[in-house]
């Protein structure tokens, strides 16, 4: 696509990022407060139906993965494989010295009383080992992204398919009660019709920035680097890229990969939709420098073409590693009759505000073409609105509304995800995030890093997941 097209499709979609603030739909008061209940799902488990899981990858998310798995009946933790030692034994601190550990995941893959593997990797590594996992008959949960390169999306869900086995991917908006809350509310129309869509995801911290702490004694001889890199490019030991994967991307999906890949699950799982199907992404590195090659900074416009469950619209996703303004994580469905305030954490806020025709008043002495005409002419069509009586509402409620819905406090959505999970594994229920949803959240993000360093709007079929 030439430059002139993408500055067409840009001006076109109408949506500067500068002027879309969602502060004030959190800030007001609700008129109806109604708090969410969560269906209980312990009793769907026996605590004596053992499922053995191991976790491939001990770094920060896996430690939360395994403490979710094992608030699950009848979970027991058995295996761990890292390529940092002093990983396998904290692990053995925390879950016991039976713990078995190791460098190499393929240990654990061969090992008969292993049921499922948590992928909790570097995210070169998720496509392989989630093939590898299925083809020695594990259940597998994977982190997201599903994959860190877009032409390993077919492999994984074809090797999903062959192997008759659950594959879960860890984004676990798709599972939260707050968003399947909001889907139930669009498919309802609460907001009329969707028009567009804003969703960021912000940070402001170093931690979050991923400037995550590197131990002083991290070295060859307890650090397995080739292990590490796997089919990466071959470097030289430096325990920066592994401590600090995410910066890098040999081994991660910056910005977009990381934190684009939940803001697409939430808003599918809200329409029901299969994505987008023209990508145009902006970013770059503007404060965190430290030697890093992926962008701080990313912003994406999409369009979403009409379908059965949705009507066509426009969306923008933003996320900074540096917003002195603040963090946080907030999506804004907008309708011609409403809109939809999201907070993933919390709440969902239904804002309603009457559309209404002009008033007399408005009309010929307002902020209208009416005033540049003649007094003659301002005088006749002030006689007719007054014969016609126009002072009528258009559509909508019949004044401002606002409802809110409330998430019960301390709400984990990562419990849910894993329930599910292991609902599936167990009872045969409906995968909530295979491997093709996963990539239909994990292809646009991707595909946003795309754009950015190819200076190109990208035509995406979210339906045969290829790109046009």
């Known amino acids: 696509m030439s430059n002139q097209s993408r500055k067409n499709f840009l001006r076109n979609s109408a949506l500067g ?38 976790a491939l990858g001990m770094g920060i998310i896996a430690h939360y993965n395994v403490r979710t798995a094992l608030q699950v009946p009848g979970v027991e933790f058995v295996a761990a494989a890292d390529a940092f030692d002093s990983r396998l034994v904290r692990a053995k601190e925390i879950w016991g010295n039976q713990l078995f550990t190791t460098r190499d995941y393929r240990e654990i893959l061969n090992r008969p009383d292993v049921d499922l593997v948590l992928i909790s990797t570097p995210d070169h590594w998720h496509a392989k080992m989630t093939i590898d996992a299925l083809e020695a008959g594990k259940h597998v949960f994977c982190e997201k992204p599903v994959v860190q390169q877009m032409d390993e999306g077919h492999a994984v869900i074809e090797a999903h398919r062959k192997a008759g086995k659950v594959v879960h991917v860890g984004s676990q908006f798709g599972s939260n009660m707050i968003f399947l809350k909001a889907a139930e509310l669009f498919r309802q129309g609460a907001i009329g019709t969707l028009n567009q869509i804003v969703a960021t995801y912000n940070r402001n911290s170093s931690l979050g920035a991923w400037q995550y702490t ?3 004694n991290a070295s060859p001889e307890n650090l397995d ?16 890229r592994f401590f600090r994967w995410r910066n890098y991307d040999d081994y991660g999906t910056g910005v977009a990969g990381d934190l684009f890949v939940h803001l697409f699950t939430g ?9 987008p199907t023209r990508i145009c992404g902006f970013g770059g590195l503007r404060s965190w420098l430290d030697g890093r090659d992926a962008e701080d900074v990313v912003a994406g416009q999409y369009h979403y073409p009409e379908t ?12 900074n590693l540096a917003d002195g303004g603040g963090s946080g994580t907030q999506f804004l469905f907008i309708g011609d009759e409403g809109s939809l305030a999201v907070d993933p954490g919390s709440s969902i806020k239904l ?40 002072e009528t509402v258009s559509f909508g409620p019949e004044m401002n509304q606002t409802e809110e819905y409330r998430a019960p406090a301390g709400y984990d959505d990562r419990l849910d995800h894993f329930v599910n999970m292991f609902n599936s594994v167990r009872n045969g229920a409906p995968e909530v995030q295979p491997p093709i949803v996963g ?12 754009s950015i360093r190819e200076n190109r709007v990208i035509e995406w079929d979210p339906v045969n997941l290829r790109v046009s």
């Open 308 to 319: 059965e469950s949705h009507p066509e619209c426009t969306c923008v996703l933003q996320s």
């Open 267 to 275: 808003i599918h799982t809200v329409m029901n939709s299969y994505g």
């Open 17 to 54: 990022l500068a002027g879309l603030s969602m502060a004030p739909m959190f800030a007001r008061a609700a008129d109806s407060v109604t708090q969410l209940e969560q269906q209980p799902w312990k009793s769907r488990f026996a605590a004596n139906d053992r499922i053995r899981v191991a």
């Open 225 to 240: 680097w080739d292990a590490f890199l796997g089919h990466a490019t071959k470097r030289p030991f430096d325990p920066t």
């Open 439 to 450: 990539f239909r959240a994990a292809a646009p993000s991707l595909l946003t890093n795309t």
């Open 214 to 216: 590197i131990p002083d």
């Open 351 to 390: 804002t309603r505000i009457p559309r209404r025709d002009p008033s007399i008043n408005e009309v010929i002495r307002g902020y209208n073409s009416v005033m540049t005409f003649s007094e003659a002419d301002q005088r006749r069509i002030e006689q007719q609105m007054i014969r016609n009586q126009q």
